[in-house]
Structure formats: structure tokens, C-alpha cells
């Protein structure tokens, strides 16, 4: 006997916080849901590391092939409906979401580099992928790395 009475399958556990939404078509997990990501996680017990969406794929399709994670193709994080999920790989789950975009824009906004030099036409290095580059600290590198190949040279009697 466990806890709190029997055991009950993972497909009762699963419809027990399951509530269909009509217009969209999601099942909505009605059960735990971490308020940090927004994702349903099954109860305290031999599932408690369980997330709602991974449970019920593997529920009613199989297992989740290795090195994949699973997209809610509906956009929906609370969505346990098998038919909104999806394998993919991780990139494409962040491609999905707008993860990318979201931190490209993010970066286009900035108005200084990470050392606090102001980005403007006369402070920007050209780059062949076409991100900004602050002259000031492009400098400082290259004179960092000449240096440490001196001395290397030098230590080891290079050329001589």
C-alpha cells in the first residue's frame, strides 16, 4: 500500500487534471503547475519529477526518442493534449518560441558594449556576420593576444 491508499495508473492520474478546452482543442492540466515555468507537473509521489506535457505524450504515443524534447506546437505550456505535442531537437523547440528573436532584438537595442563604451558609427568594427563590435574593446584583445604570443615566442626561443 502506498501513502495514501492504491496506486493508480499514470493514464487515470493524467485524466484526473486534464480539462478540455473546446475552442482550441488543448487539454489544459488543471493539477500542479510550476509557477516559474508554467508547465504542469504530476503529483508528489513516484512521478513527482514528471512534467504533465512529457507524461502524456509518452502516455499515448511512446516514448520520447533520445535527445529530443517535446514542443507544444500550440504554444499552450499547460496543454497535455498528445496531438499539440511534438518531438523536436532544442534549437528548434527555441526557434519555435521565439527565443532567438527575442534575444536578437534584445542585443539590437543595446546602446553600449559589455565594458560600457558607446556604440556609434565611429566606435563599431565591421564583422563578417554583421553584429556590432566596439572598436575600444577590439583593440584591447588583439593587443592581449600579440602580447601573450611574445612571450610565448620568447619562452621558448621561437625564431632564434
Request: net charge positive; with cysteine; aromatic share 8%.
Amino acid at each position: 500500500m502506498g501513502r495514501r491508499g492504491a496506486w493508480k495508473p499514470i493514464t487515470e492520474r493524467l485524466w484526473s487534471k486534464i480539462m478540455p478546452e473546446p475552442n482550441s482543442g488543448c487539454w489544459l492540466w488543471v493539477g500542479s503547475i510550476d509557477k516559474n515555468t508554467g508547465y504542469g507537473h504530476l503529483g508528489k509521489n513516484e512521478y513527482s519529477s514528471a512534467l504533465a506535457h512529457r507524461a502524456s505524450y509518452e502516455c499515448f504515443r511512446g516514448p520520447i526518442p533520445v535527445g529530443l524534447v517535446i514542443d507544444h506546437k500550440c504554444r499552450v505550456k499547460s496543454c497535455v493534449n498528445p496531438d499539440h505535442l511534438e518531438p523536436v531537437t532544442h534549437y528548434e523547440n527555441n526557434v519555435r518560441g521565439g527565443v532567438y528573436d527575442a534575444a536578437a532584438k534584445e542585443k539590437k537595442s543595446r546602446t553600449h558594449c559589455r565594458k560600457g563604451h558607446l556604440y556609434e558609427p565611429s566606435n563599431l568594427v565591421p564583422s563578417k556576420s554583421g553584429t556590432r563590435v566596439c572598436r575600444i574593446c577590439h583593440r584591447a584583445i588583439a593587443i592581449a593576444f600579440v602580447s601573450r604570443r611574445r612571450v610565448l615566442i620568447k619562452e621558448n626561443n621561437y625564431g632564434a
